[in-house]
């Protein structure tokens, strides 16, 4: 039996030129993750879908991602040609992807994304993705620089975006990435919003949220620091 080729391509058209062209997406049935770190980063056994979340046109060299608008504002246009695609040199990254390239892409799509104002929730998540491929690679410098960028993103998420203000993954997230940057105080004060606040009623965020709780309180005792000058986390 052959084995599977794990890409196949997507016709997409471009929010800002509108010209179509191919991606390559990861077939569903590979996408199983072997595991996945507490603040979803996920390890695959073969292809990395994340590798090609975002879409890139060869066109105009606008990066979006699914989530991204369908077609931009003239004002938008009229920014991203200033910012990006007066500079942009003809590529095409509807293939194969390497790391490298892989990384161009989602520095591509943060600063189109910010070149459009693009929702906090979105340049967020680009933010955390790059801090995942750094982390790939084991580069630990540049993983924690983009995992306080976005930390910095999430938390404006959650002050001007959030669900009625009890977003359960979103708040255990800033928690997380607060515990990844060695800020605990802050890490504890989020997970035990998670914990205490009655209204949120996310098992699976309360229960992750205890977890981690548990986790951070034996990496401060091995740091010295002593857990139990917080604030309590159950």
Known sequence: ?????????????CCNCEHEFLTSRVRPSLKKAIRRDADFCSYYKAENPDYYVVRVCPKCGFASTENSAD???DWQRKSFDA???RRWQARDFGEKRSWEEALETYK???ICAQSIKDKERIIASLLHHIAWLYRYQGDTVQEQRFL??????????FETDSSGGNDARLMYLIGELNRRIGEFAAAVRWFSRVINDQRITDAAMIRASREQWAILRE????LDVDPDGLPAGT
């Open 108 to 110: 591509l799509a943060l």
């Open 83 to 85: 910012q990006v695609g």
């Open 71 to 73: 077609k931009l504002a």
């Open 219 to 222: 990496q401060m005792r091995g």
């Open 1 to 13: 039996m052959p084995e599977l080729i794990p890409l196949y391509s997507i016709k997409v058209t």
């Open 148 to 157: 306080a960028y976005s930390l910095d993103e999430y938390v404006k998420v």
